[in-house]
């Protein structure tokens, strides 16, 4: 079994645990048509009962950004929408496979973007919360592309740059020729599992974090939240892995006790651009300032999206001293750079994040201090002198970082 089929059936078996007759979607670049064949094939072979295929590209969709009007950009047709519905409908699987272009879209009409992505947020809004409340599985890999590896190793060749990635990649994954990635990321989500279990036994009332970059920042973590990480278990009681590469334990903050100011600690790539050395002030759970060295009004445009876009929905901790982290690498792209640092999320929050989420209506999400919105962008924070102070309901403060890493 080559690297790649081994790569396949981990992102089918243990990232989307396909079940016997399931519909499974994946998304993946036109240019890894060759791997999206050995993901069909694997699947198949697990028992899927259906396989549906959805080709992109991201210079025909800077094309479009460029050449199209507002109007037609944000023109979402009836029928793409009822295509998804009539597959949450069926309970299906999703595997994307990502290939990010990191700053493809420098010098694209941010205004253009951010309708582009208001419009799709709106249209495929009961598709996010499928995913969110994990109703059915998902699974986020990755594959090199040519554009990602030249902006990650510069200082390589072409070709030099794209196996390095790809490499790399492999790495962060646990796929080598010697083992069972399956049985190794069996072992890790035991690891996760365990760190999930020690904090959600404090029962936190709020996290402070504090470091040299000028992060001093409280926290507030919603009533019965719960930490995760790792694998998931969908509505139907599937085992899944969202992510793949992970590192995290993450919970959900209460959309209206956040004080203080973060400090990015990596460049996050939002709709192909590179925000970078930015910061964000926040009172009473709310975004009130902020500032960025590079994009910043591409990060106006996220946090001018809806009002959910200005609070946050996720808070995640790894530490500093992790397998990605130790690769010293960055990746230029969210799935791989926050399992190296510590990262919040602007937007959307996970329902499986509080007791009984998954199973309240949106209205009762919100009466308990969790954030919607059609975002859900995660940017890293954390550092290597991190510290982090959890508060308990009776008053005790309990260190759960220090130097960046667990001490809990």
């Excluded at 590469?245 to 919970?251: A, I, V």
Aim: with cysteine; aromatic share 10%.
């Amino acid at each position: 079994m080559t690297l790649l089929e081994k790569y396949a059936k981990l992102a089918v078996r243990t990232g989307i645990n396909i079940q016997k007759g399931q519909t499974l979607m994946i998304n993946v670049k036109a240019e890894h048509y060759e791997f999206a064949r050995l993901c069909v094939k694997e699947a198949y072979a697990a028992g899927a009962g259906k396989v549906v295929i959805k080709f992109n590209d991201d210079q025909i969709a800077k094309m479009h950004v460029e050449n199209q009007s507002v109007e037609d950009l944000t023109n979402i047709p009836e029928w793409a929408v009822a295509e998804y519905d009539q597959y949450i409908e069926e309970g299906f699987a999703r595997l994307s496979i990502i290939a990010p272009s990191p700053g493809l879209m420098a010098g694209v009409d941010d205004k253009k973007n951010a309708a582009l992505a208001k419009a799709n947020g709106e249209a495929l809004a009961r598709l996010r919360e499928y995913s969110m409340a994990n109703r059915g599985q998902w699974s986020i890999v990755a594959m090199p592309s040519h554009e990602w590896a030249a902006v990650v190793f510069p200082e390589l060749g072409k070709q030099e740059a794209y196996d390095k990635l790809l490499e790399s990649i492999l790495y962060t994954t646990r796929v080598r020729e010697d083992n069972d990635p399956v049985a190794e990321w069996d072992a890790h989500n035991e690891v996760l599992a365990r760190q999930n279990k020690i904090l959600n036994d404090h029962n936190f009332k709020s996290l402070h974090f504090k470091n040299s970059l000028g992060t001093d920042i409280t926290v507030g973590l919603v009533k019965n939240h719960i930490w995760a990480g790792g694998m998931e278990t969908s509505a139907k009681g599937y085992t899944f892995n969202p992510n793949m590469p992970t590192e995290e334990s993450f919970t959900m903050p209460d959309r209206s006790f956040v004080e203080g100011r973060v400090y990015s600690s990596m460049p996050l790539d939002y709709q192909g651009k590179l925000i970078d050395k930015f910061w964000l002030e926040f009172k009473d759970g709310k975004v009130v300032d902020f500032d960025a060295e590079f994009e910043k009004d591409t990060l106006q445009g996220l946090l001018d999206t809806d009002e959910g876009s200005r609070h946050i929905g996720e808070i995640a901790l790894i530490s500093h001293k992790s397998p990605i982290s130790d690769l010293n690498i960055l990746f230029y792209n969210t799935l791989f750079d926050e399992n190296a640092s510590c990262h919040m999320a602007l937007g959307a929050a996970y329902p499986m994040n509080i007791k009984g989420g998954t199973e309240m209506t949106q209205e009762e999400l919100l009466e308990n201090n969790s954030n919607r919105s059609l975002n859900h962008v995660d940017f890293m924070f954390g550092s290597e002198d991190m510290s982090i102070v959890g508060t308990t309901y009776d008053g005790k403060e309990i260190p759960v970082f220090e130097n960046g890493n667990f001490v809990i």
